[in-house]
């Protein structure tokens, strides 16, 4: 049972990248799926999340407009679109999976089961 995130890499600022988080062992049809960062000195902060029973979405206000979570269940594949980067979103991305996903609470990490390797984002100025 893992998650695997890939997609990470040097942009400047105004570009755009997509994280890519595989699923293998289980599938993701009844996990909720969300992406957390975390800069260096900085808590883990949740930047999306997206439910599995209606696919409802959630963002914090820095992220929300710019980036867009999306999942693929037929690929067992979920995905984060980040457009508009600025500096301040480089971090270390990672992937986390649970399937008592708590909605009202998605920005809590400790709830999530499962987590993915990280990938690491940088914006340059």
Partial sequence: VQLQASGGGLVQAGGSLRLSCAASGFSLDYYGVGWFRQAPGKEREGVSCISSADGSTYYPESVKG???????????TFYLQMNSLKPEDTAVYYCAADRSLIRSSWRDWRQYDIWGQGTLVTVSS
């Fill in 66 to 76: 710019r980036f867009t979570i999306s999942r693929d269940n037929a690929k067992n």
